[in-house]
């Protein structure tokens, strides 16, 4: 009795074991497949489609520096568009003038915003504070935004943004060779931090909690733990998890996505807690969270979306200047000369006087434009995704769900636009000079899509009045009130790029300054 029992318990177990073996292996086959499908099938698909329409194809790290070195060949190479796969998924670069016009009349009705690879930092501050904006609710919210960002707030806040600059610069050593973009990093982060939300925020800010890889949680200050959640955001970005299992990592239920959330979490609860006791009524945060358009939930994400916008750009812009600049001596000693009676100003800022002084400094803005011409921060536009099956830009349909991006590189690098324009050439941007115009054999006026730093259309930076004016005070307080030159070998090498995607960092000697 008890060995049929036995038997029974045997082919019963052993049965079930067979039956998961078979479901297992059926499991296994459908996920090959699906994987073909979606690694391999789908791309060649689309692939197919854009060589059909002779669209230039390569790989993503072909990228920038080439482009740079051998422009003409790459415009010519790339015509109107260039198919890359991010991963696996086609993204469609938007490479001439053209091409990007006819973008831009099209948005948002057939190409619109896409989360798909977003910035994670971004998409992670959204599902942390489980916000989400419909199109037609943010028209007025980003009216009322850069209306605040305008020339009357920047002037108010000059005092406070000049002496930050000046402190966290004399915190260097006098011939000591610093990597600049961490400065310039930290000094963007107070500035932004302060003026956001309160000019109280360095004294009133809480400790941060910074979750490592391995599982310890390290106490450390606010302006340590931002710094290396853009570095995890960034370095996620490229993460196979994040392309394999889409639906674990955008739910944050798999490292390092899970890890990265955790912090970014930290991050918002230090800045929430900071608003509730912050006393400054005149940062944008109070402003906006007592305005009709905005509630404080939605006020606070739009500072911290702002907030991590502008870290991630404004020193790139800063150390490609700086370096542009330092290349050139005539350029160098010319500016310094037309900046050397700014010096006191800076340390004793009269808003206004200040103010209208770095504005009839015409070398300074035409230096700062060529800078954002030849390195802009950001070399491709956000993400948009093809709404419409029906789009076409000259003349080749966009399959649906492709993603679309503007190549910002490319429209400044266009050789039909610019004369020489791997050259740093400040006169590009004087109305009084010869090279203002289109290149001789083209003639006239450049396109309004030639020089597109903060993007384009209705899509384009609400911040970028404020931006101009930061790297006017920052790059002018630099130039006028300190000496430096650059490490050995930058200084050597030509058309070093310092935009976000390029890993480089500004290595200078500050020699002189009110130490």
């Not at 998961?20 to 996920?31: N, T």
């Not at 955008?250 to 970014?264: T, V």
Request: glycine share 4%; net charge neutral; hydrophobic share 35%.
């Amino acid at each position: 009795m008890e060995a049929n029992t036995f038997g029974v318990l045997y082919d019963t177990l052993l049965g079930y074991i067979v039956q998961g073996v078979k479901y297992s292996f059926a499991l296994f086959v459908l996920a090959g497949l699906y994987l073909l499908y979606r690694f391999f099938f789908i791309p060649y698909r689309i692939k197919k489609h854009y060589i059909k329409h002779s669209v230039a194809c390569s790989p993503r790290d072909e990228s920038y520096n080439q482009f740079r070195r051998s422009t003409n060949k790459n415009v010519e190479r790339c015509k109107d568009f260039k198919l890359y796969f991010q991963k696996t998924w086609p993204h469609l670069e938007l490479c001439s003038i053209k091409s990007i016009e006819e973008f831009q009349k099209k948005v948002p009705e057939d190409f619109d915003r896409s989360d798909h690879f977003a910035s994670y930092s971004y998409q992670a501050i959204q599902d942390a504070m489980c916000f989400q904006t419909k199109d037609d609710e943010s028209k007025p919210k980003m009216y009322h935004l850069s209306k605040c960002l305008g020339v009357s707030f920047f002037l108010s806040k000059m005092p406070l943004i000049a002496s930050l600059i000046l402190r966290r610069v004399n915190t260097i050593r006098r011939d000591e060779l610093v990597d600049f973009l961490k400065y310039s990093q930290m000094i963007t982060l107070e500035i932004m931090c302060h003026i956001l939300f309160g000019e109280d925020f360095q004294e009133k800010i809480n400790y941060a909690h910074y979750r490592h890889a391995d599982g310890y949680v390290e106490t450390c200050s606010y302006f340590t733990l931002f710094p290396r959640i853009l570095e995890d955001s960034e370095a996620q970005r490229d993460d196979i998890k994040a392309h394999m299992f889409q639906f674990l990592s955008k739910n944050y239920a798999i490292d390092p996505f899970k890890r990265n959330m955790y912090n970014i979490t930290e991050m918002m609860r230090i800045l929430t807690d900071f608003t509730n006791i912050s006393t400054d009524k005149n940062s944008i945060y109070k402003i906006l969270s007592n305005s009709e358009d905005y509630s404080q939930h939605e006020a606070f994400v739009e500072c911290v979306s702002f907030l991590f916008a502008s870290v991630e750009t404004l020193p790139h812009a800063v150390c490609s200047i700086l370096y542009q600049v330092r290349k050139s001596e005539q350029i160098y000693l010319k500016l310094k000369q037309d900046l050397r009676h700014l010096e006191d100003n800076f340390k004793q800022v009269d808003a206004e006087h200040l103010k209208e002084q770095l504005d009839s400094c015409d070398l300074l803005t035409y230096i700062i434009k060529e800078g954002l011409r030849i390195d802009p921060p950001m070399v491709q536009s956000n993400l948009y995704k093809a709404v419409e099956s029906s789009a076409e830009i000259c003349g080749v349909p966009i399959r649906k769900d492709t993603l679309v991006s503007v190549n910002i590189l490319a429209a400044h690098m266009d050789p039909d636009e610019w004369e020489n324009p791997s050259e740093f050439n400040p006169e590009r941007f004087n109305p009084l000079s010869k090279d203002f115009m289109r290149p001789d054999e083209k003639k006239g006026q450049r396109s309004n899509y030639s020089f597109i730093p903060f993007s384009v259309g209705k899509r384009s930076c609400l911040g970028q009045s404020l931006s101009l004016n930061l790297l006017k005070i920052f790059v002018g307080q630099i130039l006028a009130s300190y000496d430096y030159s650059l490490e050995g070998s930058q200084e050597g090498q030509n058309n070093l790029s310092f935009c976000r995607m390029s890993k480089n960092v500004l290595k200078l000697k500050i020699h002189k300054g009110d130490y």
